[in-house]
């Protein structure tokens, strides 16, 4: 009887080994390089497609090339723009967008990077993303955090496309809206303060006092 039991535990621990062996191991998504002009592609296979919730892809431009082997991808142009179209370069609490222009199909990846005072590793906002042709993409909105860093953002490009990689980098400012911290108001040079108001009050009403008696004793003299 034990002989029994101890052969069906033993089939039972076998049989949920080669389960575990046999289950699909996802592959994670490799970290970007640390420095935006370190040289390096992720890999060319695997991986977990990202984008950011809430950002979506427009294609503003299209145009149709036919594959032609030997001609590499290329990132014509990135740049970033406000919710009115314009180019912009600094931003504030506000939403904003980045236009990519390629010729040719492929994956996208975009790590962004930030400065050394923030203390922030590098983070993928998007990850082997596929643009089904070539032309000017739209990709937003993308929102500030609550406790973006302050500075310059570095935003790294690759696509992948036929077997190649192309490149390309962009920046911007963020400067966030003035929050009022509470401070203490602190009097201008040459302005007044709430002790001088005070002293100037008090002998104010010192000299008016000083006045008021004199006259009274004069009047009662005069009678």
Do not use: C
């Amino acid at each position: 009887m034990k002989i029994k039991m101890f052969s069906s535990l033993m089939i039972t621990i076998l049989v949920l080994t080669l389960a575990l062996m046999s289950a699909p191991v996802y592959a994670q998504n490799p970290q970007p390089p640390s420095e935006p002009d370190q040289s390096w592609n992720p890999p060319e296979e695997g991986g977990e497609t990202l984008m950011q919730p809430g950002v979506e892809s427009k294609s503003s431009s299209i145009y149709y090339q036919p594959p032609q082997p030997g001609i590499p991808p290329y990132i014509q142009s990135a740049y970033f723009i406000d919710e009115s179209g314009r180019n912009r370069t600094q931003f504030s609490d506000e939403p904003f967008y980045l236009v990519v222009q390629t010729n040719s199909a492929g994956f996208l990846y975009v790590a962004e990077y930030y400065t050394a005072e923030s203390g922030r590793s590098p983070e993928w906002l998007m990850y082997r993303y596929y643009l089904d042709h070539a032309g000017a993409w739209t990709l937003g909105p993308f929102h500030p955090e609550s406790s973006e860093p302050i500075g310059k953002h570095t935003w790294r490009l690759w696509l992948f496309s036929s077997g190649k990689w192309a490149q390309a980098t962009t920046a911007f400012n963020y400067q966030p809206y003035y929050r009022s911290t509470g401070a203490p108001l602190i009097p201008e040079s040459g302005g007044w303060g709430s002790l001088q108001v005070l002293i100037i009050a008090v002998l104010t009403g010192v000299l008016g006092i000083t006045i008021g008696m004199l006259i009274a004793n004069r009047n009662r003299y005069n009678r």
